[in-house]
């Protein structure tokens, strides 16, 4: 019962959405899991511009552009996902476009264009969608061609400088055969300024296409769809706001949220994305479908990251990734009148490449430590889920899947003196031998169930309950120095301790659900509410610190299996008819509303605290948070549709809440971020036939701001975080001089006017 269908046609109706949370179709009111679906025009109409904007108004979800990044994704459901882009670490939440995995979260902030809806499922989907899709999973699905000849233009045009065009086309080549194309260029000036370069901050420059071949279909019985997506992103780089003075400087605090004086930009911030995919559908009898999707994948990221956000070269970080990835899959469908479902088999191999310096040249002339970290992974899994119709009324749905995984890394850690590393053009000298020289391998194999018992007492009402179980494979911290490693020989650790050191072990998600989704009052109203319980071990928690390596200051990863966290809560979403023909004839009047609620806590938190030299494993879950998951989370939508001559007004308002979120696990007064309200607002009239459109979208209306993300490297109590203030007041840095706690923002009020051509 997505929120935003609020503004769907006035004839669309909940239980007649079509969605494949299952990896087939089915009514969104029969499927045992809580789904939100955002269908192509409810995004259109609500004035949706990229992927993140559906968060606002789905339930215990935050979906959101990572720190220091355009286009790096982080995305965390029910309090599980991961924030950390670096190789080695995987998502908590699977992104899917259509039905492809992305492997890494660069470049995963999709613009909407040519989408035919979002779905997001919430909950562990490990038994259909893999091991990485332990909160949730995101699937973007684009439209299929029609079968006439069609372009579509759309241009928008708002603040900042907002310049958007989007061109689609598409023509069938015979009675089988179909092309299609869209171009896309979106731009908008900076909402903020670089003080020290001059650059834009915040602005957006984006070149994307994407073009399909589709054989077959529409009533034949095979269906071949070949596409393909490029995406060039030249934006500057995204600079965060300092929140405290500078230690070393005195550098005030900027009055502008999204100015910034960051001196680092080099490497010239590039990302360029695209890929390829196969996806065939042929049916071989009335019961039997055969499926095959084949994919690869690849993307290039160099991007600056000034962390303190000075001229200072005090935390600097230049980074590049490279990651590229090839999959297949292939399922078969079984339907009968009482059974349904899939078996089905999945192959990824996948590299993924991380450098970056961390350049303190204000502690130590010089000083860089640079980080070449490859991690490669090899999966193969088997899956099914097979649901038995007892009768009209009662069923009961199992699956399994079971995964084999490989994480093979190398890494190389290298200090240099006199300037950055040769990689980032710098002209540093190796000092001493390598912190780490790594190379090694781990085996992960993990079988998920999932079990569900569905009881519709009539067709427009589904109540369920459900067991499933989620996995996140392991691996190796690309950020550690094996120097390190504790050792039988102090000082000298083997391969192999350097292995344990670095490496951290699976996670699991035992995950209860009941619900109900319902019709009400012949259509008016529809709903859907869930109750969740689940049991997450071996939680992976990776951190940056302050460190010393061989007598220097340096920048540590430190990555554990925290122990456990529990998380329950409930969600409801509806929408509601309010009334029809109440100032015209044919006028409807709709509400749509969503309420999340999780309690998500750590029952045991284990980390080395060290005394007097001495390291001792401690729980402090009493004194840790669960990151990026507020307690509440809340929209309602009031929608208004008219008939104007032929075509069609429509009004909507959307205001949506987020209680307290904290950014990281050790909460921080500074980078935290408190409740906060939203408003949007639209109005958007339809010619007929829908032959072309123009809406005025409002964003943010209050211009309210809020935090997203954020980097802190101060000095804080080691068990419960309580950071260390110096005789100013100010916190004491933890590396550097100049102290680090930046910041990172919501966009601010925007306004713009879309207009669409159909032809």
Not at 53 to 70: A, F, H
Not at 98 to 107: C, E, I, S, T
Not at 383 to 412: C, E, V
Not at 566 to 574: K, L, T
């Amino acid at each position: 019962m997505a929120q935003a269908q609020t503004e769907a046609a006035a004839s669309e109706s909940d239980d007649a959405i079509v969605v494949t949370a299952r990896r087939r179709e089915e009514r969104l009111v029969d499927v045992p899991i809580a789904v939100t679906a955002f269908s192509g025009e409810a995004l259109a109409k609500s004035g949706a511009i990229d992927i993140t904007d559906i968060g606002q108004t789905t339930p215990n979800t935050t979906i959101e552009v990572s720190r220091g990044s355009n286009s790096t994704l982080s995305a965390f459901i029910r309090g599980v996902g991961q924030q950390d882009p670096v190789s080695g670490f995987e998502q908590g939440v699977g992104l899917y476009l259509d039905d492809v995995y992305l492997n890494r979260p660069q470049a995963a902030v999709l613009d909407i264009y040519d989408v035919d809806r979002i779905e997001v499922l919430r909950g562990p989907q490990g038994t259909l969608y893999g091991r990485n899709t332990i909160g949730g999973a995101v699937k973007y699905v684009t439209r299929a061609l029609p079968q006439d000849v069609s372009l579509r233009i759309k241009g928008t045009y708002g603040t900042y400088d907002q310049a958007d065009l989007i061109v689609t086309v598409s023509a069938p080549i015979s009675d089988l055969i179909r092309i299609g194309a869209s171009g896309a260029r979106l731009s908008r000036g900076g909402f903020g300024k670089n003080l020290t370069n001059g650059l834009e901050n915040y602005n957006k420059d984006v070149w994307a296409a994407r073009g399909t071949l589709e054989i077959g279909g529409y009533g034949e019985p095979v269906l071949i769809r070949i596409s393909g997506d490029y995406t060039k992103d030249k934006s500057n780089p995204r600079g965060g706001h300092r929140l405290i003075p500078s230690l070393r400087t005195n550098a005030p605090v900027l009055a502008n949220v999204f100015d910034t004086r960051g001196g680092l930009n080099d490497p010239k911030q590039d990302i360029e994305a695209y890929g390829l995919a196969m996806n065939a559908t042929a049916e071989l009898s009335d019961s039997l479908t055969l499926r095959s999707i084949s994919a690869w994948r690849k993307d290039d990221s160099a991007t600056p990251i000034d962390f303190d956000a000075l001229p200072a070269v005090d935390v600097d970080v230049p980074g590049i990734y490279r990651n590229e990835q090839f999959s297949q899959e292939v399922q078969l469908l079984y339907e009968s009148d009482k059974l349904k479902g899939l078996l089905g088999f999945y192959y990824l191999t996948a590299t993924a490449d991380t450098l970056f310096d961390v350049r303190i040249f204000n502690t130590l002339a010089g000083l860089t430590a640079f980080t070449e970290a490859d991690v490669d992974t090899e999966t193969y899994a088997v899956f099914g889920d097979f649901t038995y119709d007892f009768s009209d009324q009662f069923s009961i749905s199992l699956g399994g899947r079971y995964t084999w995984d490989k994480r093979t890394a190398q890494i190389l850690r290298q200090n240099y003196l006199g300037g950055g590393s040769p990689v980032f053009g710098g002209a540093g000298t190796a000092f001493g031998a390598p912190s780490t020289n790594f190379r090694g391998e781990r085996e992960f194999k993990k079988f998920t169930p999932r079990a569900s018992i569905t009881f519709q007492p009539t067709p427009d009402h589904t109540l369920y309950a459900s067991f499933s179980q989620g996995f996140k494979g392991g691996g190796f911290d690309p950020r550690g120095v094996g120097a390190n490693a504790p050792a039988a020989i102090p000082g000298r650790p083997t391969n192999d301790e350097v292995a344990t050191f670095l490496s951290f072990r699976p996670e699991k998600v035992d995950s209860y659900e009941v619900g109900y989704k319902g019709s009400l009052a012949d259509g008016a109203i529809n709903v859907a509410l869930a109750g969740f319980y689940a049991d997450y071990t071996d939680v992976q928690i990776p951190g940056s610190v302050a460190c010393t390596v061989s007598g220097l200051p340096s920048f540590c990863g430190v990555t554990s299996n925290a122990g456990k966290a529990r998380f329950q809560g409930i969600e409801f979403e509806g929408r509601a008819r309010l009334g029809e023909d109440l100032a015209t004839s044919g006028d409807r009047l709709t509400l749509g509303a969503t309420l999340g609620y999780v309690d998500a806590k750590f029952k045991r938190y284990i980390t080395n605290i060290t005394v007097a030299g001495v390291a001792t494993p401690t729980d402090v879950a009493p004194f840790r948070r669960v990151q990026n998951t507020p307690k509440w989370t809340a929209s309602g939508t009031l929608g208004y549709s008219a008939p104007i001559g032929e075509g069609e007004l429509s009004l909507g308002t959307t205001v949506s809440y987020r209680s307290k979120t904290y950014q990281f696990e050790i909460p921080n007064p500074y980078i935290d971020q408190p409740g906060f309200t939203l408003w949007d607002a639209s109005i958007v009239y339809t010619a007929p036939e829908k032959r072309w459109s123009l809406g005025v979208f409002g964003k943010n209306l209050t211009n309210k701001r809020y935090k997203t993300s954020g980097y802190t490297f101060v000095v804080a109590d080691p068990r419960t975080g309580a950071i260390t203030n110096g005789a100013n007041g100010l916190p004491l840095s933890a590396l550097g001089t100049e102290g680090t706690l930046t910041a990172f923002y919501g966009n601010p009020r925007q306004v713009f006017v879309t207009g669409t051509l159909n032809f």
